[in-house]
């Protein structure tokens, strides 16, 4: 063929070179994708072998195990809940923030810098001192037979202004007080992503529109709704997207605060993730419910993202 | 509204702390704009005259002078209190607004008294859309718009409020020739419609003074000359004015005035009644030179070009500044290829000369 961009004589060629990156693919991508497919579909499948004295077979046995587990829908519920408290307030809180700091003039490279450093760090670390702020470690998750220590920065800002000590996440602390940590912890861990996005977004925003905006007298409220939210509309609408991908997989955040437990000393497991699930389930010797929740994770991300996108098709301009 | 500019001083701080050295963007500027009339900033680039541009418009604030509208002293006024429509050199439309959205857009912005209603707003926009002829094109946005509607949108935004005074910044420079022609005739047709005084930049002369009132030269940060733009052409003030203006530039020759007599050369060419005896620089407009087997001036021949209506006839001088001279006369005037040398006589209307040091026209 003539107009082919490689010719056919040496087509096996244009395939040695792009081999390696092939072979990595389909080991470590392809091959893992289609065999949860088939692990979730596959019954009595334990580590390689069928559960004692039953046979493998087909079917969507998983599938409704994992539907009528409590703690499936408990890992599913924190997680919903999760994502709708954290992505719009940190998208929100991002495009606040990156509209301030493109305005500041002076320090604005180093607030920058200092606003981008979450992202650099740790998440397990930064748990933990999330985890110190909100209760101290003296008796670092409590237990039934201790006193529960409710102390830590958060605890003294609140005492200061009068209010009463909350017991966050120690023992016998509330799903809301849990909850609450966990959302701004996510939040304040999402900032820094969204925020570089929306300031390079910003940045790339041509001046003459604003020249224009003050020529015509437009108010800042109105520029910031009328000019730079539509303007910046693509990169909220990718931040908003990945945020909620990023929020479906929400994990080491919650091993981050509350350790491997994944709730306070009482009532382990009870802020679980889907991600959670998966893994506790691979622990525990059940790849194929393991793998049939990963896949209504998938399935739950791509109709997220399909709505998102649907969404974005009639905000999102030109 | 009447536009005065008073000693308008535009100082640039140095970028670099360490050296002090100051950009003197605008230097001085005494205009005074008749109200109603079309005036055009001309100059090279990095002269000031978008500075100056975007001083009246309240963007850049002056470092020093002042600016009046009318009776108004609006130096210190920020952009929305002066009343000006500024129209953008890549027209600045808001990409995710119809047509009509971005017209509509600085109405909007009206509050307390000027407020308008809907319908008022609605009629003022078509209005002034089909003033500029786009009011078939209201729901298009604007990256579904040609180049040239893309310019009259941007005109109808910045006339829908009614200014006081309109802003064009380099209003024709990212249109092509053809389209260039046309919407310059547009923006003249526009601002007699509308009679709102006019200031618009431009770096190209051709369209200077093909439509406005009055032109200022600019070089420098510094005027170098205003007039009408026939007067200007025919009556430069100095060598830079002189130079700038005119397709195909004018012809500078190195020349001498002895005994009230021009000599380019050993050549005298012209009668210079009252001019001292000095060294001057000579500008001869091409259409100032005249064929003639017995001319003042001669010339070396290099080539004659044929283009229709006109011959422009190349040659050399030892006295030209220029590389070339080049002298344009009217087709029917034959003239032989084969010859060395092609003589002239020079027009008194169409030849200057200058000051070798000031580079200040001398009038003869």
Redesign the interface.
């Known amino acids: 063929m003539a107009n082919s961009i490689v010719n056919s004589k040496t087509q096996w060629k244009a395939w040695l070179y792009l081999a390696p990156a092939i072979v990595l693919l389909l080991v470590f991508t392809v091959w893992p994708i289609i065999n949860t497919v088939r692990m979730a579909f596959l019954e009595n499948y334990s580590g390689l072998k069928a559960v004692g004295g039953m046979t493998f077979k087909f079917g969507i046995g998983n599938f409704l195990k994992v539907v009528q587990y409590q703690r499936f829908v408990n890992c599913l519920k924190n997680t919903i809940i999760l994502c709708i408290l954290t992505v719009p307030v940190s998208t929100i809180l991002a495009l606040l923030i990156a509209v301030c700091l493109n305005s500041i003039k002076f320090l604005g490279k180093a607030l920058q810098t200092v606003f981008f450093l979450p992202y650099v760090t740790n998440s397990i670390a930064i748990g933990m001192v999330f985890a110190a702020m909100f209760n101290i470690v003296g008796s670092f998750y409590g237990t039934e037979n201790e006193i529960v220590v409710t102390a830590g920065i958060v605890n003294n800002i609140i005492e200061f202004f009068g209010g009463e000590h909350i017991n966050w996440i120690n023992y016998g602390s509330t799903y809301a007080a849990n909850i609450a940590v966990m959302a701004i912890y996510i939040i304040w861990n999402a900032l820094p992503f969204k925020i570089l996005i929306l300031l390079g977004g910003l940045q790339s925003v041509n001046k003459q529109y604003y020249d224009a905006a003050k020529v015509d007298g437009t108010s800042r409220r109105r520029i910031f709704t009328r000019i730079t939210v539509p303007l910046l509309s693509p990169m909220i609408s990718y931040v908003v997207i990945t945020g909620f991908i990023g929020g479906f997989k929400e994990y080491t955040s919650i091993v981050g605060i509350f350790g491997e437990k994944m709730g306070p000393a009482n009532d382990a497991g009870r802020l679980n993730t889907m991600v959670g699930f998966i893994y506790d389930a691979l622990a525990a010797n059940n790849q194929g419910r393991a793998s049939a929740a990963a896949l209504i994770l998938f399935g739950i991300i791509l109709i997220v993202t399909l709505i998102n996108l649907q969404v974005s098709k009639k905000r999102v301009h030109y | 509204m009447e536009v005065v500019l008073k000693d308008l001083t535009k100082i640039f701080p140095s970028r670099n702390k360490k050296s002090s050295e100051e950009v003197v963007a605008v230097n001085k500027v005494n205009i005074t704009i008749p109200d109603g009339k079309l005036i055009g900033l001309l100059g090279p680039s990095g002269c000031g005259k978008s500075t100056t541009l975007y001083m009246i418009?309240?963007?850049q604030k002056p470092s020093g002078g002042q600016i009046f509208f009318g009776e108004d002293d609006v130096t210190e006024l920020?952009?929305?209190?002066r009343g000006?429509?500024?129209v953008?050199q890549?027209y600045?439309l808001?990409?995710?607004?119809t047509v009509k959205q971005n017209i509509l857009?600085?109405l909007?912005?009206?509050k307390g008294e000027d407020k308008l209603s809907k319908e008022e707003m609605l009629a003022r926009a078509y209005e002034v859309a089909k003033l500029v002829q786009i009011d078939d094109l209201m729901n298009r946005?604007p990256?579904e718009l040609s180049g040239g509607q893309q310019q009259r949108v941007a005109i109808a935004?910045a006339l829908v409020?009614m200014p006081r005074v309109l802003l064009l910044d380099e209003p024709l420079s990212n249109l092509d020739a053809r389209l260039r022609l046309q919407t310059r005739e547009e923006i003249r047709r526009i601002q007699k419609a509308t009679k709102i005084t006019t200031v618009f930049v431009t770096h190209d002369q051709e369209e200077a003074l093909s439509i406005s009132d009055y032109i200022v030269v600019m070089k420098l940060g510094v005027v170098q000359q205003i007039g009408k733009p026939q007067a200007v052409y025919d009556s430069p003030e100095n060598l830079f004015v002189a130079k700038f203006l005119g397709t195909p530039p004018i012809n500078v020759l190195n020349g001498r005035v002895q005994n009230e007599t021009l000599y380019i050369g050993f050549d005298a060419v012209l009668k210079t009644p009252g001019v001292k005896d000095q060294d001057v620089y000579v500008g001869v407009r091409p259409e100032g030179f005249v064929l003639a087997e017995d001319g003042a001036l001669t010339c070396k021949l290099n080539a004659v070009e044929v283009m229709g209506r006109d011959v422009s006839v190349v040659c050399t001088n030892e006295a030209s500044v220029n590389p070339v001279i080049r002298a344009i006369i009217n087709a029917e005037n034959t003239i032989d290829e084969e010859k060395e040398t092609v003589r002239f006589n020079l027009k008194a209307n169409k030849t200057f000369i200058f000051n070798k040091e000031t580079e200040e026209r001398i009038f003869f």
């Open positions: 418009s309240g963007l920020s952009p929305e209190h000006v429509g500024l953008f890549n600045a808001y990409p995710h607004l857009f600085p909007q912005n009206l946005k990256s935004r409020k």
